[in-house]
Structures are given as structure tokens and as C-alpha cells.
């Protein structure tokens, strides 16, 4: 499966892939030298912690890279009336008799808990090009599916307020 992200999505991730190689890099090694430094290995603390920052900033380099690499690009504009990434929705569901409002983000980006929902999510993936007042079928599996029904879109959320998920 590819990750849906956008061109900024993609920049953001460049950005942290060359800080981490010019900067986070430079520090880990000289940590572990520093750590090494300090005699027995097999008693040494710092110096398996050190090795452990090393290996997760690299790993987290090659995720990075990774996702870049495989990422289906998707446009960030939608029109005016219709939901689309970033766009700020205001949502009634109908079995539960509330009003929920959420931001609609890429994969990368969401974050329930901050009323961020991903495009990929199944109420993402049923809102998506839909215009205010439609009802939409949000199918969770093959056996439960809800009615929720669009209230209103706010403009596109500044890409700068949504930071991208550290794993």
C-alpha cells in the first residue's frame, strides 16, 4: 500500500531527512565516540544508549526515504465547496446525534486525538470531493457501516500547523 502525501508532505520530509544526516547524525557518532571512550562496553551505559540514538535516527532516515520513495502524490487544492485535504469539516452523525468537526489530513499527518483525520481512514476516505449538506455512507467493514452528514467546510488549514507524525 502507498501513502497518499502531498508535494509539501514530501518537502517536510526532506527537510528532516537532511537535518538528521547533516546534524542528528554528527551528534550520535560523536556521542558513541565520546561513550566508547570510557572503557568496558560491556558495562557501559552511555555507550549503548548512545548506539541506540545512532541506530533509531538512522532508521528513521531510511522510513523517511522509504515513504518518499513509494508515495502516490496527491493535490492539496480542492474546490471551494468540496472536502479535500486540509480542508476543515464540520460533521453530524446521525447515530450518535453529535457534531464532530475534524481537519482532513494525508496518512502522515493525522491525529484523531487533535481532530486530524487521515484521507485513508474510512470517514476520510467517505467525505473525501464530497460538498457541504451531502450524506455520506462511512463503511467501517463489510458487516457496519454509519450515516454521517457533511454540516459545513472551513478553509484550508496552514500546512505550517500540521506537523508530521514521529514514529
Same mark, same amino acid.
Given at each position: 500500500? =502507498? %501513502?497518499?502525501?502531498?508535494?509539501? %508532505?514530501?518537502?517536510?520530509? /526532506? +527537510?528532516?531527512?537532511?537535518?538528521?544526516?547533516?546534524?542528528?547524525?554528527?551528534?550520535?557518532?560523536?556521542? $558513541?565516540? +565520546?561513550?566508547?571512550?570510557?572503557? %568496558?562496553?560491556? /558495562?557501559?551505559?552511555?555507550?549503548?544508549? &548512545?548506539?541506540?540514538? @545512532?541506530?533509531?535516527?538512522?532508521?528513521?532516515?531510511? =522510513?523517511? !526515504?522509504?515513504?518518499?520513495?513509494?508515495?502516490? $502524490?496527491?493535490? %492539496? !487544492?480542492? @474546490? !471551494?465547496?468540496? $472536502? #479535500?485535504v486540509n480542508n476543515t469539516v464540520e460533521v453530524y452523525f446521525e447515530e450518535d446525534d453529535e457534531t464532530e468537526v475534524?481537519?482532513?489530513? *494525508?496518512?502522515?499527518? #493525522?491525529?484523531?486525538?487533535?481532530?486530524?483525520?487521515? *484521507? /485513508?481512514?474510512?470517514? #476520510?476516505? &467517505?467525505?473525501? #470531493?464530497?460538498?457541504?449538506?451531502?450524506?455520506?455512507?462511512?463503511?467501517?467493514?463489510? !458487516?457496519?457501516s454509519y450515516f454521517v452528514q457533511i454540516k459545513s467546510i472551513g478553509n484550508q488549514v496552514d500546512d505550517e500547523e500540521?506537523?508530521?507524525?514521529?514514529?
Amino acid at each position: 500500500m =502507498y %501513502d497518499e502525501l502531498t508535494k509539501k %508532505d514530501i518537502a517536510k520530509m /526532506e +527537510e528532516e531527512i537532511e537535518y538528521r544526516k547533516l546534524t542528528v547524525r554528527k551528534q550520535a557518532l560523536e556521542a $558513541v565516540k +565520546e561513550a566508547r571512550a570510557h572503557g %568496558d562496553l560491556s /558495562e557501559n551505559f552511555e555507550y549503548h544508549a &548512545a548506539k541506540k540514538d @545512532k541506530n533509531q535516527n538512522e532508521s528513521r532516515i531510511r =522510513y523517511l !526515504e522509504r515513504m518518499i520513495k513509494t508515495a502516490k $502524490v496527491i493535490s %492539496d !487544492e480542492s @474546490k !471551494e465547496d468540496e $472536502v #479535500g485535504v486540509n480542508n476543515t469539516v464540520e460533521v453530524y452523525f446521525e447515530e450518535d446525534d453529535e457534531t464532530e468537526v475534524f481537519t482532513l489530513v *494525508t496518512t502522515v499527518r #493525522g491525529n484523531s486525538l487533535k481532530g486530524r483525520i487521515s *484521507t /485513508e481512514s474510512p470517514i #476520510g476516505r &467517505a467525505i473525501f #470531493g464530497h460538498k457541504a449538506g451531502d450524506r455520506v455512507e462511512v463503511k467501517v467493514n463489510e !458487516e457496519y457501516s454509519y450515516f454521517v452528514q457533511i454540516k459545513s467546510i472551513g478553509n484550508q488549514v496552514d500546512d505550517e500547523e500540521i506537523a508530521i507524525r514521529k514514529f
